[in-house]
């Protein structure tokens, strides 16, 4: 499973650290994603990495302000969201990309975690 | 990658048939044969499940009722009966290139 922590009530221009703690499979052979949904809205792929890091992508909305990160050893995922802005405001899940050589599905996603950001 | 789906809203009877459309701005063909469109459903209140990879194939536990199809720049997801435990918003997405993409939803609600 993926568990998210670290949402919260941020103001505009503040930072955030979200994190996925994974168990009850082999992390360090995944690729990861985050992806958000804002209230009321559709989902909205951010950022993903691959198994050792070699590999990061960011969507233009992010891209600059957000960094993804993985630490192995402690099977979790982190998101840094710097210079938050109030469209950032979303339920940010992490999940999965299923195992293989090229990602093509996310396959197991957590129960996300809420950042809102206002003043 | 723009993903357009139709309809937006689909009322549905349990029993009967049902059919989402998705279409993307480029084909969605990878060099290894494959089309990288993927099928989610978010149950209400719930966090997104995948339910089709790479196009027709059904992700673990998913009933054989969900079938996916299609190829170049046009996909479907059909769900030959539905049944009541399938109402909620279903999304297309394209895993062929970053950014992956989603489409805007179609909410499943029984009539």
């Known amino acids: 499973q993926l568990v998210e922590s670290g949402g919260g009530l941020v103001r505009p221009g503040g930072s955030l650290r979200l994190s996925c703690v994974a168990s009850?499979?082999?992390?360090?052979?995944?690729?990861l994603s985050w992806v958000r949904q804002s209230p009321g809205k559709g989902l909205e792929w951010i950022s993903s990495i691959s198994s050792r890091s070699t590999s990061i992508y960011y969507s233009d909305s992010v891209r600059g302000r957000f960094t993804i990160s993985r630490d192995n050893a402690k099977t979790s995922l982190y998101l840094q969201m710097d210079g938050l802005r109030v469209d950032d405001t979303a339920v940010y899940f992490c999940?999965?990309?299923?195992?293989?050589?090229?990602?093509?599905?996310?396959?197991?996603w957590g129960q996300g975690t809420t950042v809102t950001v206002s003043s | 990658i723009v993903m357009t789906q139709s309809p937006l809203s689909l009322p549905v009877t349990p029993g009967e048939p049902a059919s989402i459309s998705c279409r993307s701005s480029q084909s969605l063909l990878y060099s290894n044969g494959f089309h990288y469109l993927d099928w989610y459903l978010q149950r209400p209140g719930q966090s997104p499940q995948l339910l089709i990879y790479l196009t027709s194939n059904r992700a673990s536990g998913v009933p054989d009722r969900f079938s996916g199809s299609g190829s170049g720049t046009h996909f479907t997801l059909n769900i030959s009966t539905v049944e009541s435990d399938d109402v909620g918003v279903y999304y297309c997405m394209q895993a062929l290139q970053a950014p992956w993409t989603f489409g805007q939803g179609t909410r499943v609600e029984t009539k």
């Open positions: 999940a999965r990309d299923r195992i293989g050589a090229r990602p093509d599905a996310l396959d197991l």
């Open positions: 009850g499979f082999s992390f360090g052979a995944y690729s």
